[in-house]
């Protein structure tokens, strides 16, 4: 079982910055893909960005030039920088992760971290 601890998020204006991050920790596992997801009130979770093992990212078309996502393969660790943060931005934000361990394919999620934004 892998476990994702996610750290940073808050309360910020319009137009700030934020920046999240989530380690993977566990036994045995390879991660292949580590990303990041969000919830606003009302809405069904919604895929923001995404990246796999290597360098291949994969955004919400309402975050690109936005937001930028970004791995430390060595440390289990994925980051999300939030810029030009924007009031509909606000929401739960959930680190994914999708690994391999014991010959299985497995999906984990953090526990989520809220991300308010003021207008």
């Known amino acids: 079982q892998v476990t994702l601890v996610e750290s940073g998020g808050g309360l910020v204006q319009a137009g700030g910055s934020l920046s999240l991050s989530c380690t993977a920790s566990g036994s045995m596992f390879r991660i292949n893909a580590m990303g990041w997801y969000r919830r606003a009130p009302g809405k069904q979770r919604e895929l923001v960005a995404t990246?796999?093992?290597?360098?291949?990212?994969n955004y919400a078309d309402s975050v690109k030039g936005r937001f930028t996502i970004s791995r430390d393969n060595a440390r289990n660790t994925v980051y999300l920088q939030m810029n030009s943060l924007k009031p509909e931005d606000t929401a739960v934000y959930y680190c994914?992760?999708?690994?391999?361990?014991?010959?299985?394919?497995?999906?984990?999620w953090g526990q989520g971290t809220q991300v308010t934004v003021s207008s």
């Open positions: 994914n992760a999708k690994y391999y361990s014991g010959g299985y394919y497995n999906e984990n």
């Open positions: 990246m796999t093992s290597g360098t291949s990212a």
